[in-house]
């Protein structure tokens, strides 16, 4: 068990490790905050905050091995020893990064690599990066500024803006909010609410009993919205698309356009501007809003 009052102490420690023919790093912490960015040489720079037991701290090193061309960190005596935050500079040599935490927080920034970053309860924040694959059963997840992305979480939020490539989401019960993605875009969830803010590519937004909020502007790829028991709110104004939208039991409101009243499904379809792209859109209990 961790150590508590009188014998927890607090230390401050610095390693640098000589990268040689690395290309991969993995981290693997089970709690703290884990933070990484461009370092200006060639090392990997680590810098450690540490609470345990006094006794204990001084002789307390970080596991490194080396695999081929992977270099794994860890903490191998978290029972003893806890790393509140550890910081680490990371080399232009890596491309590739692993990051891995049970309780702790992940923040990755300016590094050029492909990266994985999986955290069971902490949050996941990622600025810059390549390819992108992000992970966490209750913590949120936010990308900025990534080539691609895939992420899943169980209960945690996603924010995603400026990503250059394509984009997927699941999510149980997190809200999916997502700003100016070039490619294409697929976001799932079954009970959390999905934001799209002008895409580029083709969409594929779905949601159990979540809300689903669309706004499109310029380039569009097309693709389709659906709930089954939430409400679609578009944003259209601006947008070229072939229109259609479809509701069970529930209303469509759209400007200009009489929908016939009554029991049914209903229905509406028209185009707004060129019309180069489609746009479906279905609830099957919610109501339907074009602004």
């Known amino acids: 068990m961790r150590s508590e009052g009188a014998d927890l102490e607090i230390r401050y420690c610095k ?4 990268s040689q023919a690395a290309e991969r790093l993995v981290v693997r912490m089970p709690e703290g905050t884990i933070t990484l960015s461009p370092s200006l040489d060639d090392k990997i720079h680590v810098e450690y905050e540490l609470h345990g037991n006094a006794s204990l701290l001084p002789s307390w090193k970080a596991s490194v091995r080396r695999h081929d061309r992977i270099l794994i960190i860890s903490n191998d005596r978290p029972q003893d020893i806890y790393t509140a935050s550890v910081a680490i500079a990371v080399p232009t040599c890596i491309k590739d990064l692993e990051v891995h935490s049970m309780k702790g927080e992940i923040d990755v920034r ?6 994985l970053a999986i955290s069971e309860f902490g949050a996941v924040h990622i600025h810059g990066g390549k390819s992108v694959e992000a992970s966490s059963v209750q913590g949120s997840v936010t990308l900025l500024n990534c080539a691609s992305a895939t992420v899943n979480t169980i209960d945690g939020s996603v924010k995603c803006s400026k990503i250059n490539g394509s984009l997927h989401i699941e999510t149980q019960g997190g809200d999916i909010q997502t700003s100016r993605i070039k490619g294409n875009v697929i976001a799932l969830t ?3 609410d999905i934001s799209v803010f002008k895409p580029e590519g083709r969409i594929r937004l779905i949601s159990h009993d979540g809300d689903i909020e669309l706004e499109l502007s310029g380039n569009f790829g097309g693709g389709e919205a659906t709930t089954y028991s939430g409400d679609i709110n578009l944003m259209l104004e601006q947008a070229n698309v072939e229109f259609r ?3 069970l039991s529930g209303q469509i409101s759209s400007p200009g356009t009489t929908i016939a009243s009554g029991t049914g499904p209903r229905r509406c379809a028209y185009r707004i501007g060129e019309g180069t792209k489609r746009l479906h859109v279905k609830s099957v209990l919610g109501d339907i809003e074009v602004e």
């Open 15 to 18: 390693e640098d490790i000589e």
């Open 110 to 115: 300016d590094c050029e690599s492909d990266i």
């Open 190 to 192: 079954k009970d959390g």
């Open 245 to 247: 939208a479809e509701t």
